[in-house]
């Protein structure tokens, strides 16, 4: 699952967003989350794998429905 969401993550456009929401969401300091869950030591717990991973997901979907917008 680690590998998932390292790939998803690199495609993230708005990296700082993505972690606010996600420290939000886990009631985290963003910098515990960029320094050991993404950037450094990319160790995302095993409990908060499977949600990280929607969290994601959701963010790319995002993307590419607003890129869609722009195109069309």
Same mark, same amino acid.
């Given at each position: 699952m680690i590998d998932n969401i390292k790939k998803l993550y690199a495609k @993230? +456009?708005?990296k700082q967003k993505f972690i606010e929401v996600a420290a939000q969401e886990f009631g985290k300091e963003p910098n515990t !989350?960029?320094?050991h869950w993404f950037v450094r %030591? %990319?160790? @995302?717990?095993k409990k908060y794998q499977a949600r990280v991973l +929607?969290? !994601?997901?959701? /963010? =790319?979907? /995002? &993307? =590419? +429905? &607003? !890129?869609n917008k722009l195109i069309s």
């Open positions: @993230v +456009e708005d !989350l960029q320094n %030591f %990319f160790s @995302v717990p +929607e969290l !994601l997901q959701k /963010t =790319i979907r /995002t &993307q =590419i +429905e &607003q !890129l």
